[in-house]
């Protein structure tokens, strides 16, 4: 019974390689029989013949895997993706030049939502894994006092489609420090992070939610367009919403963290975006 448990969230990639299998054993058993039958009634076939039902297979392969992967919304729950990344038009919100933007959440009727994950205190192997494998583009604020001791897992999420964000350098409480003690924990965390990740960060979330318009001169003159923040947060399986809301919506901003609890708290993100029709946006292409 522990081992049931244990395995009851390994990443999806067993249940599509059976599923890959199962295809390819199916068309192998379609084509040995053709040629049974080809062969049983005595029947010569030319090359040309012989390459169109090699087409034609190949072609229903084609036909089902195309079929599969379209995913349609009225398919029953357990056929349909985790998440899915949003495909239609990006339509970045325009920012104040001069001055780092506060964002809440991106003004949009496009039904996308942006999920954002704090910290990397918890480095959690499962965690990981499904984050890879995954591929969605995931927003990571990570603070550099958290993560020093492991690049390496974060680096792997970086090479899986997801950026890296500056959180500070040691998760400060900024609104205690004077501009100067802002800047340097600021530019040190993006100095550290484009040495480490090869790209520098362009948005800034405030350890703590807490900032003033010190820290807005400092995100700005280090380098970043905006400082975000969040409309829900994802925390030990539950969904929190802000300003009296109870469902996402489409422009939502999602806070989440690195903890133990991250495969519950991902479960219930992705249960919620699924029954509010959202996809996972880039939030980096939308606040240029």
């Known amino acids: 019974m522990n081992k049931v448990k244990q395995n009851w969230h390994k990443p999806v990639t067993q249940l599509l390689a059976s599923a890959r299998l199962h295809r390819l054993l199916v068309w192998s058993v379609v084509l040995t029989v053709a040629c049974l039958v080809v062969l049983q009634s005595g029947v010569s076939i030319t090359t040309k013949q012989n390459a169109d039902i ?78 890879e494998f995954s591929r969605l583009p995931f927003t990571l604020f990570l603070d550099d006092h958290a993560i020093r001791n492991n690049y390496g897992y974060f680096k792997r999420l970086t090479d899986a489609g997801m950026n890296v964000q500056n959180h500070t350098v040691n998760h400060a409480r900024l609104k205690k420090l004077s501009f100067d003690g802002q800047k340097a924990e600021i530019c040190g965390a993006s100095d550290i992070f484009a040495n480490v990740f090869g790209q520098r960060p362009v948005l800034f979330r405030p350890p703590y939610g807490q900032f003033n318009d010190d820290t807005r001169r400092a995100v700005l003159d280090c380098g970043m367009r905006a400082i975000v923040m969040w409309r829900a947060v994802v925390e030990k399986g539950h969904l929190h919403y802000q300003f009296g809301k109870t469902h996402l919506e489409a422009g939502d901003i999602v ?34």
């Open 255 to 288: 806070l989440m963290h690195f903890t133990k609890n991250f495969m519950a708290d991902i479960e219930a993100f992705t249960a919620q975006a699924n029954s509010d029709h959202l996809r996972i946006g880039r939030l980096e292409d939308w606040l240029k």
């Open 54 to 131: 090699v087409g034609w297979i190949t072609r229903l392969q084609e036909l089902n895997d195309a079929k599969l992967s379209r995913q349609p919304d009225n398919q029953p729950e357990t056929a349909r993706p985790l998440l899915m990344p949003w495909r239609g038009p990006v339509r970045p919100m325009p920012l104040e030049p001069g001055a780092a933007a506060v964002v809440y959440n991106i003004p949009t009727s496009d039904p996308v939502v942006f999920l954002t994950i704090d910290d990397g205190v918890v480095q959690n192997p499962e965690a990981g894994e499904w984050l």
